[in-house]
């Protein structure tokens, strides 16, 4: 990654019309549903964004689309990289550093999870508060990092103490209800044995996923406040584990989307 590719990929989207957006937000798996409320949307397939990663996983449709939600400019990921369809951290991270160079002050979060906690039921949504990185390596351990920022990133507090107390006001005035949490990042693609959720529960996490922690380490090193909420869509109980049913976490994720585009908007309306 060089900053003259980051440049020509954000001289393509400006060209496209992707004129300052304040806001970012990254959509997890299953959770798409929110692109039905831009207006005026300028969409870029991720394929005809110079440097960027090429999109490939099925679940995804893969652009970025731009335009307004609650009178905010805002710049939609539909579908992100992971780390399990082969693309290496700075792939995963490397639109997040487009979308900041584009100059998002901004940034919110969803993805899928497994509830490690087992007082979190499937179809509940719950707010990162911290997370642990369990995927081996990270979007900052290269060579040139010190061109983009400091090498040793501060994460004493990676989670924007501002943007979750209003979701959490915002949760409570709409009568949603919110769980808290700490979320761990895994690679997957499989899921996890018994043994394995009895591991990350001991180690503290709430939740479980194989995306996200990259995203917000980098926007970390970027200094960009980062909200983000986990829908989770599977109850990891070691006791009485069921067989992974991926369709079943995406029509979960997709049933619960509306609690969290509910959330989202009202927070977006009023950064
Ligand atoms: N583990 C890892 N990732 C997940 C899970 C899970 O149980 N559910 C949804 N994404």
Redesign the pocket.
């Known amino acids: 990654m060089t900053k003259k590719q980051l440049e020509e990929s954000v001289a393509y989207l400006k060209n496209k019309g992707f004129d300052r957006p304040e806001i970012g937000i990254v959509l997890g798996?299953g959770l798409g549903q929110l692109v039905n409320e831009i207006e005026h949307p300028i969409e870029a397939h991720y394929n005809h964004i110079p440097f960027f990663p090429l999109a490939t996983v099925e679940f995804h449709t893969g652009k970025l689309i731009y335009g307004t939600i609650a009178g905010k400019k805002v710049v939609v990921m539909q579908g992100r990289f992971h780390l399990y369809e082969g693309y290496d951290f700075l792939d995963v991270t490397y639109p997040i550093r487009v979308m900041h160079l584009l100059g998002i002050q901004k940034l919110l979060i969803s993805?899928?999870?497994?509830?490690?906690n087992l007082s979190f039921k499937k179809g509940d949504i719950m707010l990162i508060e911290d997370h642990i990185n369990l995927q081996g390596g990270s979007p900052l351990a290269f060579k040139n990092v010190a061109e983009f920022g400091d090498r040793f990133a501060d994460m004493s507090a990676p989670y924007d103490k501002d943007m979750n107390d209003r979701l959490k006001a915002i949760a409570e005035k709409e009568g949603v209800s919110i769980k808290k949490g700490v979320y761990v990042s895994?690679v997957?693609p499989q899921?996890?044995t018994r043994a394995e959720?009895r591991m990350l529960k001991i180690l503290g996490a709430d939740?479980?996923?194989?995306s996200t922690v990259p995203e917000v380490i980098v926007a970390n090193h970027l200094r960009l406040p980062i909200a983000a909420v986990s829908v989770?869509?599977?109850e990891?109980d070691p006791d009485d584990l069921k067989p992974?049913d991926i369709e079943e976490?995406i029509k979960i994720?997709s049933a619960t989307e509306p609690k969290m585009i509910q959330l989202f908007k009202a927070l977006i309306e009023e950064l």
């Open positions: 798996t993805n899928a999870a497994g509830a490690i895994v997957g899921l996890e959720y939740a479980v996923g194989m989770l869509t599977d990891c992974v976490i994720a």
